[in-house]
């Protein structure tokens, strides 16, 4: 049994910061990359920063600069620092991992990627 549980999301001002957490429960040994992706209401879920085994990290377009994502040295939480808030960044964040394909590959930021999702965490900026 895995499990990927959202948390640290809440309504923050424009230019605001925020923290995102991710607690990983199972076994997440088989891991290979873990990611933060979002969704607004009316559109398609986007991969927002992604972390492979050996900590390389890729971001978005939009997150560069703005966000980091980051893991504990267990493995067992995710985080996503969000700084400089967006109107536009306002959206459902989601904790993913993929757990299949080859151990060392390079982090995709599609949703398609990952097989394992948390339930998510609501992050409003205004």
């Known amino acids: 049994h895995v499990q990927l549980v959202e948390s640290g999301g809440g309504s923050v001002q424009a230019g605001g910061s925020l923290r995102l957490s991710c607690a990983t429960s199972?076994?997440?040994?088989?891991?290979?990359?873990m990611a933060w992706l979002r969704q607004a209401p009316g559109k398609e879920r986007e991969g927002v920063g992604a972390?492979?085994?050996?900590?390389?990290?890729l971001y978005s377009d939009s997150a560069q600069g703005r966000f980091a994502i980051s893991r504990d040295r267990g493995k067992k939480f995710l985080y996503l620092q969000m700084n400089g808030l967006r109107i536009e960044d306002t959206a459902m964040y989601f904790c993913?991992?993929?757990?299949?394909?080859?151990?060392?590959?390079?982090?995709?930021?599609?949703?398609?990627?990952?097989?394992?999702w948390g339930q998510g965490t609501q992050v409003t900026v205004s």
């Open positions: 972390i492979d085994r050996s900590g390389r990290t």
């Open positions: 199972g076994n997440f040994d088989s891991d290979r990359c």
């Open positions: 993913a991992s993929s757990t299949t394909g080859a151990l060392y590959q390079p982090c995709e930021m599609k949703p398609s990627a990952y097989n394992v």
